[in-house]
């Protein structure tokens, strides 16, 4: 059983690794630039696995930043895996701490995502699902980071092959399967509500402070929104 449920898990992670495959590739090639070898940049995603922040990373270690600069940057742009991760225990209620420290420590906003769409339409998810879906997505991004450094040479302007919309047709994907499952379990007023609320609100932000910072407080607004509106004890 649980190693159906890990297997379960891998395979509704395709959509991530397949996305995975040509964002790790455009990361890998942009780390050229930046003076990382293949090795650094396979030891970057095996133990920092910051997806986007790499990105950063690698523009910032092109600009000569110092470390600690780095560092801080790294972190706050990674913050919002906090309020992710403190979400996923909810899920896994009554689950081993070592076991929620593991699930926590490979969720990405993608692994994230997918957890959402199995909880909406299953309710009941095994640790052992969940260790399947990071770890594909994981050793998807792993392996084609260090790959594209490889072949970066190759391929001087990943851009003219669309890798840089890898990322957005990726959530949309995943948005689309999810929000399928939601209208089949959640009336169309509440779901309208919602997306109403984060829509005007990251508008109304997105004119005083950074888009990055309007869209986490529209997203919290959001769940606020959803708690308050939610029928259920």
Not at 98 to 121: C, H, K, P, W
Not at 180 to 192: D, H, N, Q
Request: with cysteine.
């Amino acid at each position: 059983m649980k190693k159906y449920a890990f297997r379960e898990g891998m395979r509704d992670a395709i959509p991530t690794v397949l996305g995975y495959a040509s964002i790790g590739l455009a990361c890998g090639v942009v780390s050229v630039n930046s003076g990382i070898s293949t090795v650094e940049m396979g030891l970057m995603s095996l133990l920092i696995y910051a997806g986007s922040a790499q990105f950063v990373m690698c523009a910032m270690i092109f600009a000569g930043a110092p470390l600690l600069s780095i560092a801080v940057t790294v972190f706050f742009v990674n913050l919002r895996n906090f309020l992710m991760c403190l979400h996923a225990t909810t899920i896994f209620q009554g689950n081993r701490l070592g076991s929620n420290i593991l699930i926590g420590s490979f969720v990405t906003d993608e692994s994230y995502a997918v957890l959402l769409r199995e909880q909406i339409e299953h309710h009941t998810i095994t640790p052992e699902w969940m260790y399947g879906n990071n770890f594909a997505s994981y050793a998807s991004w792993v392996t084609f980071t260090t790959l594209g450094n490889l072949i970066g040479g190759l391929i001087p302007n990943p851009e003219q092959f669309g890798l840089d919309f890898a990322l957005v047709a990726m959530f949309v994907g995943i948005f689309a399967g999810q929000l399928e499952a939601m209208v089949r379990t959640i009336p169309l007023k509440k779901i309208g509500l919602i997306l109403l609320a984060v829509g005007l609100t990251y508008i109304g932000l997105s004119m005083m402070v950074s888009s990055y910072v309007a869209m986490l407080l529209a997203t919290l607004l959001g769940c606020f929104v959803g708690v308050m509106i939610d029928d259920k004890n």
